[in-house]
T-cell receptor
C-alpha cells in the first residue's frame, strides 16, 4: 500500500498564481487533514474533512479552499498565492476520530516568490 | 484559547539515559492524546496513543503518561540511542487533531 501520497513534492509559484495540492490515500480512511508547517510554528491545521463531501475550517483557513469529492482524495487550493503561504504542507488521514493513528504524506514544499 | 505547550529548547542527553519530554495543554478536554516523531524533511510518524481513562501506556522503550487533572502528558524514552534523535510532537485530540510545536531530542554517543 502507498498510504498517503501528496502531489507535487515541490513547487515554486509567483505571487497571484493559483495551484492545487492533491492528497490521495488508499486506506479507505474517513478523516483527512491539511496542515502547514513553518519554522518555529509547528503543524497548524488549515482545513479538514470528516467524510466524503464534507469540509471544515481549521486554525488557519484564510487564503485556502478544499474539496473532498471522492473519499480517497483531499484537494487543497490556493486561489491567489501570497509569499506568506510559503511553507511545507502536510496531508494526513485517519480511520476515525482521535482514537486511531494518523498517517502523513511526505509533504509538499511550496515557495511563493 | 486552546494551547499546547512543549519545551521549545532542544533536549540534549547522553546515549543510554532516559529522555523525558513534556506536553502541557490548556482549554482542551482530550479523550485521547497521541505522540508522533518527525525527522527533518519527513512527515510525522505515529508512536503512541493514550486514552483519557489510562494513566500510562508502554511500547518497547517508550512510555507515555496522561494526567487529565494536571492537563499534562509525559513521554519517556528509556535507554536512549542516537537514532532516537528527532523532534517529538504531542497531539491532544479534542474535536480535531492538533499538534504542539514539538521538542527536538538530541542523543549523543
Amino acid at each position: 500500500n502507498a498510504g498517503v501520497t501528496q502531489t507535487p513534492k515541490f513547487r515554486v509559484l509567483k505571487t497571484g498564481q493559483s495551484m492545487t495540492l492533491l492528497c490521495a490515500q488508499d486506506m479507505n480512511h474517513e478523516y483527512m487533514y491539511w496542515y502547514r508547517q513553518d519554522p518555529g510554528m509547528g503543524l497548524r491545521l488549515i482545513h479538514y474533512s470528516v467524510g466524503e463531501g464534507t469540509t471544515a475550517k481549521g486554525e488557519v483557513p484564510d487564503g485556502y479552499n478544499v474539496s473532498r469529492l471522492k473519499k480517497q482524495n483531499f484537494l487543497l487550493g490556493l486561489e491567489s498565492a501570497a509569499p506568506s503561504q510559503t511553507s511545507v504542507y502536510f496531508c494526513a488521514s485517519t480511520n476515525g476520530q482521535g482514537g486511531t493513528e494518523a498517517f502523513f504524506g511526505q509533504g509538499t514544499r511550496l515557495t511563493v516568490v | 484559547s486552546q494551547k499546547i505547550e512543549q519545551n521549545s529548547e532542544a533536549l540534549n542527553i547522553q546515549e543510554g539515559k532516559t529522555a523525558t519530554l513534556t506536553c502541557n495543554y490548556t482549554n482542551y478536554s482530550p479523550a485521547y492524546l497521541q505522540w508522533y516523531r518527525q525527522d527533518p524533511g519527513r512527515g510525522p510518524v505515529f508512536l503512541l496513543l493514550i486514552r483519557e481513562n489510562e494513566k500510562e501506556k508502554r511500547k518497547e522503550r517508550l512510555k507515555v503518561t496522561f494526567d487529565t487533572t494536571l492537563k499534562q502528558s509525559l513521554f519517556h524514552i528509556t535507554a536512549s540511542q542516537p537514532a532516537d534523535s528527532a523532534t517529538y510532537l504531542c497531539a491532544p485530540y479534542d474535536s480535531t487533531l492538533t499538534f504542539g510545536k514539538g521538542t527536538m531530542l538530541l542523543v549523543s554517543p
